[in-house]
């Protein structure tokens, strides 16, 4: 059985001309999406860093063996030891652990099929495309149709998931005198392995019992765990133990909610061991940074990918020659990049100035400043071409 498979593909030139005019259409789309994007997040991460602060100004540290009403609708944070009255338990499966979380995960053995493509250009303009595809069996969370692959015959899967994954929350959670809502305990903790017992398949009934076994601490299902075949199923299992945590949300009679600030956002943050409000706002301020930044690195990159396609016809028309269709490629792409980056900070100053206007002030002029280099370097790069 062969395990891989190549292809090789020929587009020529009139082709690449067609679909790089269609990709013009990507980049009008792309581009003002982005910018909108990049604003929302401006707007996004004010709000965060402004309901961080009124929440760090109004928040109440409370004991947790004891409630008090005067704090009703108030910003809390307590510390404590959450515990629940009963297991979490996966009744699917028969399966209870003392914990405040149990997570199961399902995984079915498969056929996975692996694309990897390089591409030459030719004299003339035209591309040609080697594609090689390979084959392996490896565990996956869901069934993958084979039908749809290019070796097909020769990789046939089979077989369909039991359950699916689940994630099971124990009932009654406290955190000392305080009742723990169950969206609450869902965000708890970090999940670790739970390992099963042999005595875990006398929960299993019907057919599944006759092709179950334990292996790794996790459910097999199939002939033969050893030697794994296409359509096995395995069944593994986490928790989250009882222990300390730390909740900083709207105390709500004996129990919690999101609090609302007057910034626009909401604040409710659970963290494991014994944490003090400072450090859990600083942790929020950190999260809120990195998403901020994260955003804004997406934006940027997909700008300049739109202002890739729009200009790509330019790079396809000088692949006549190959290394003039690189040397045009490598100039738009600088030229997408440069264009991305300036429009990305002129947006960000411009959403900055109504809130810290010397930020808003300093990024504008570098966005000024990279519309300046846009241009010398548009003008540099057509003088080249010309030159060529």
């Known amino acids: ?58 928040v109440v540290s409370v004991a947790s063996d004891k409630i008090d009403p005067a704090n009703d609708k108030k910003l809390i944070h307590v510390m404590g030891e959450a515990a629940a009255s009963s297991p979490a338990s996966d009744p699917d499966f028969g399966i209870s652990a003392p914990a405040l979380r149990l997570l199961r995960t399902e995984e079915i053995y498969q056929w996975v099929e692996n694309k990897k ?12 495309t080697t594609t090689t595809y390979t084959y392996e069996k490896d565990w996956v969370d869901e069934p993958i149709k084979s039908s749809e692959f290019k070796q097909a015959a020769d990789h046939v899967n089979e077989g369909d998931l039991i359950a699916g994954n689940a994630e099971f929350t124990a009932e009654d959670v406290t955190l000392g005198s305080f009742k723990v809502p169950s969206e609450f305990v869902k965000r708890m903790g970090n999940p670790e392995k739970f390992s099963l017992k042999e005595e875990a398949l006398e929960s299993l009934t019907g057919d599944l019992k006759d092709v179950a076994s334990i292996q790794a601490g996790a459910f097999y299902f199939g002939e033969k765990p050893s030697a794994p075949q296409i359509g096995d199923v395995r069944i593994s299992y ?15 009679g004996d129990t919690f909610e999101d ?33 901020t930044w994260l955003v804004r690195f997406l934006g940027f990159l997909f700008m300049s990918f739109g202002f890739m396609a729009i200009m790509r016809p330019l790079s396809v028309l000088g692949s006549v020659i190959p290394f003039i269709g690189s040397i045009i490629g490598m100039g738009t792409g600088l030229i997408s990049f440069v264009l991305a980056g300036t429009i990305s900070l002129l947006v960000i100053a411009i959403a900055w100035i109504f809130v810290r206007p010397i930020l808003g002030i300093i990024l504008l002029a570098l966005a000024v400043g990279g519309f300046i280099y846009t241009r010398k370097l548009a003008a540099t790069s057509k003088s080249a071409a010309v030159t060529v």
Do not use: C, H
């Not at 493509?117 to 040609?128: D, F």
């Not at 944490?275 to 999260?287: C, G, H, L, P, Q």
């Open 117 to 128: 493509s390089e591409t030459k250009q030719k004299v003339g303009g035209g591309e040609e």
């Open 238 to 252: 986490e928790i989250v133990k009882a222990g300390a945590f730390s909740i900083l949300a709207a105390q709500f």
């Open 1 to 58: 059985m062969a395990d891989s498979y190549t292809e090789v593909t020929n587009q020529s030139w009139f082709s690449r001309i067609g679909d790089s005019i269609k990709g013009i259409l990507f980049g009008i789309i792309v581009i003002p999406v982005m910018v909108i994007l990049l604003w929302w997040n401006e707007g996004r991460a004010v709000t965060t860093a402004n309901s961080l602060e009124e929440g760090a100004a109004a």
């Open 259 to 291: 609090y609302a600030t007057k910034a626009g956002d909401s604040i409710s943050f659970i963290e494991e061991g014994s944490v003090s409000a400072e450090t859990m706002f600083k942790n929020a301020a950190s999260a809120n940074t990195m998403m």
